[in-house]
């Protein structure tokens, strides 16, 4: 699927970022797919490994959960761009020409948008350490936000992960259709 026909594609198309409070949105509502998701994904690990704990076998259930969010992710965008959240904020993910990003694109996408919030889960288990509070590992439900904090630097208000992939989101708000035309 084209974002822009092929009479633009020589063209450098001009593209719209979404705002910050619509992708926090879309990024509140991604949350709850994608408890589905773990969830789904935890239950057949355990049902397949007989595992009586979420510490057995802790560092394998990890990679099979990111590879499930990855295969999520990255199945969504290959398609249409769009996973669920992204099509009702009307979000799209799109390479530096305005197409689907290749495949090989979507994988390096979905590993850089895991730093930051890794290391800012690293400082809350620090913090919980130093302070000796155990409550202090409840921030750790923010570090996801924390790849917004590039987008207050970037000229196009777009995330660290997008610039290094070169991809971006942009608006997708289907054309409004005049009722002269219909």
């Known amino acids: 699927m084209e974002v822009f026909p092929a009479s633009r594609r020589t063209m450098t198309p001009s593209f719209t970022t979404p705002g910050r409070w619509r992708r926090f949105a879309c990024m509140m509502y991604e949350s709850i797919l994608l408890f589905g998701v773990i ?46 959240p992204m099509k009702t904020w009307h979000i799209r993910l799109v390479d530096e020409h305005g197409q689907i990003p290749a495949l090989r694109t979507l994988v390096l996408r979905y590993i850089l948008l895991w730093p930051l919030p890794l290391l800012g889960a690293l400082l809350v288990q620090l913090l919980s350490g130093y302070t000796g509070f ?25 995330f660290l992960h997008d610039r290094l992939s070169k991809t971006r989101l942009i608006n997708a708000r289907p054309s409004r259709v005049s009722s002269a035309a219909a």
């Open 39 to 84: 969830f789904t994904t935890g239950y057949l690990f355990d049902t397949l490994t007989q595992s009586r704990s979420g510490l057995d076998l802790r560092h394998v259930r990890q990679v099979v959960l990111f590879i499930a969010l990855g295969v999520y992710f990255v199945l969504c965008w290959r398609k249409v761009g769009q996973t669920l």
């Open 134 to 158: 155990a409550s202090t590992d409840l921030l750790i439900v923010f570090t996801p936000f924390l790849n917004f904090i590039w987008t207050w630097f970037d000229k196009d208000q777009q």
